[in-house]
């Protein structure tokens, strides 16, 4: 039974991390979403960045961009829709 509840709280733990780390923990803009860019704008801009974006998605007020880097390293980016600059990554 201990390890049971051990193994809750340690995926409990996990999932929250992982949520928290998926929107940096807050979004990236609180601008209305009549601002924000269209997607094909925000992937051309992190495109001059030198990233190849595979997939892209707006999620909890954030671009979340799934990229290759200049070295094809996966990188997923976290862009402000509103202007496209980087405000993190994993």
């Known amino acids: 039974m201990r390890k049971i509840a051990i193994l809750t709280v340690a995926a409990v733990t996990l ?3 992982t949520a928290q780390a998926g929107s940096l923990g807050k979004p990236c803009t609180s601008a209305p979403e009549a ?3 269209p997607m094909p704008q925000l992937q051309t801009k992190v495109e001059a960045q030198g990233y190849k974006v595979q997939k892209a998605k707006l999620k909890n007020a954030c671009g979340e961009l799934y990229t290759l880097d200049k070295n094809g390293n ?3 980016l976290f862009v402000d829709p509103t202007n496209g600059q980087i405000v993190g990554q994993m």
């Open 15 to 17: 999932g929250a991390a």
């Open 35 to 37: 601002q924000w860019l």
């Open 74 to 76: 996966r990188v997923e």
